[in-house]
């Protein structure tokens, strides 16, 4: 971790109307640096998603701004926004979202070629990332010849073949049995410590959130707690 802070966030505030006036983020300030490995955690309805989703440039604030970088992605078209998207942020999602018709190699592969590398480039890097995740030996698997935890380990390296600056995880081992979320967990971490990536998970997973170097605990749509390990 460095003291180079790699998202900024100002008085944040989503505001939802349906019928009545929904506050899901009230005036969220908060600074990540670069190389952190943090939690966001809080009780169904904190706003830990709406934080989450606003972060990946997935949907935008009612006021305040996000500085990805020192750049305002909240002034940016929707073209810039996917552009950012593409290059700087990897997701991983409770549920894998695997291409069910494609194998391992062929789903990490998606995210390069539509970045347009070229498709013998962009099968040895694939290749490269699933070996690192433990999984060089089911490279042309798919997802139902595959365990769950395996399938989530495709999930994480196709996440991370971008060489993405920011990783974030939506209850990434939510959907898995106590063994392999650690798993993934220690994965992850491994992955954090090598690569020196930013981790942004959610979790509702209190003992996993607990591994984590920072917590920031939200309720009611603001911050109540911001603790980092000494």
Do not use: C, W
């Not at 991370?160 to 967990?185: A, C, M, R």
């Amino acid at each position: 971790m460095s003291d180079e802070k790699i998202i900024q966030i100002t008085n944040l505030t989503r505001i939802y109307v349906d019928g009545v006036e929904i506050r899901a983020l009230d005036g969220v300030e908060l600074d990540i640096e670069k190389g952190e490995f943090l939690a966001i955690v809080g009780p169904s309805g904190s706003g830990k998603s709406t934080l989450l989703n606003l972060i990946g440039i997935l949907d935008t604030p009612t006021s305040g701004t996000i500085l990805l970088k020192g750049i305002d992605v909240t002034k940016m078209s929707d073209k810039e926004r996917s552009r950012i998207r593409n290059q700087e942020l990897g997701f991983i999602f409770q549920y894998h979202h695997l291409l069910p018709d494609f194998n391992a190699l062929e789903n990490v592969m998606m995210p390069l070629l539509i970045n347009g590398m070229k498709t013998s480039k962009a099968r040895e890097k694939a290749r490269e990332m699933l070996e690192e995740v433990g999984l060089g030996d089911r490279l042309y698997h798919r997802s139902n010849q595959l365990s769950g935890g395996q399938n989530q380990r495709v999930a994480v390296a196709r996440a991370l073949v971008n060489n993405p600056s920011i990783v974030i995880g939506d209850e990434p081992t939510g959907n898995l049995d106590s063994k392999s979320s650690d798993n993934i967990y220690e994965l992850l971490r491994k992955l954090n410590r090598e690569h020196n990536q930013t981790f942004i998970l959610v979790t509702h997973d209190e003992r996993m959130a607990a591994k984590t170097d920072r917590i920031i605990r939200l309720v009611d749509g603001k911050v109540v707690e911001d603790s980092r390990k000494v």
